[in-house]
């Protein structure tokens, strides 16, 4: 898939996931999204200048003593699990501890499912999720870590269910939408972007 161009990617990806809502209408409702966003207090945080070392892989730590066992409270046979492709969701270990809970069902770089690089329309955590959780947690201006955090706390734990239910069921059109516009680009009639489609 690497040497597609981005909007080939997308149109791969979406064809195959409105071919999984063909088969299994409620496909869409059996995805369970990973993703991770950045709150600071002031100012923008240059992620290439914070690095935590550790002698493991932090993200195996967190699929093995958190996610794993929140799972087992589940049935997730008829369960999905997307990520994006940062390294360390995407080191062998990783992939090889979801494809041992997952099996095919997993949508990632280097798993059965090739995600694209930089795919945030298809993810509602990126299209969604952060930038409402955002607007709400820095509305009051929070001026020190304890009362960043209490927001994010509150937030999260406020999000309505139907809200949500909303978000993914908007997924679908999303998918319309993107496979019309990766079709455009691919004839010329948009300048297309590889992070974000857009008309211009």
């Known amino acids: ?13 979406v064809e195959w996931a409105q071919n999984e809502i063909a088969v299994v209408p409620d496909f869409h409702k059996r995805i369970l999204y990973s993703d ?13 200048n914070c690095r935590i070392w550790s002698e493991a892989n932090p993200q195996v730590a967190i ?3 958190f996610f794993i066992p929140e799972l087992n409270n589940h049935d997730v046979q008829e369960l999905w699990f997307q990520q994006d492709g940062a390294t360390c969701h995407t080191a062998r270990a990783t992939i090889d501890l979801l494809k041992d809970t997952f099996g095919d069902r997993l949508i990632s770089r280097f798993g059965p499912v090739n995600r694209p690089p930089r ?9 969604f999720l952060w930038g409402y959780v955002k607007s709400l947690v820095y509305a009051d201006k929070p001026q020190t870590l ?3 955090e209490d927001n994010i706390r509150r937030v999260i ?4 269910p139907q809200m949500l239910e909303k978000v993914i069921e908007n997924w679908t059109s999303r998918l319309d939408y ?3 516009v990766s079709v455009l680009c691919q004839k010329s009639y948009l300048k297309c972007n590889a992070t974000r489609l857009s008309f211009e």
Request: charged share 25%; glycine share 2%; hydrophobic share 35%.
């Open 146 to 148: 304890d009362p960043l």
């Open 36 to 48: 991770e966003a950045h709150f600071w207090l002031n100012g923008y945080v240059n992620k290439q």
């Open 1 to 13: 898939m690497n040497r597609l161009t981005p909007e080939k990617r997308f149109q791969i990806v």
């Open 178 to 180: 993107i496979r019309v």
């Open 119 to 127: 795919s945030c329309d298809l993810t509602p955590l990126d299209y």
């Open 63 to 65: 699929i093995t003593n």
């Open 157 to 160: 734990a406020d999000k309505r």
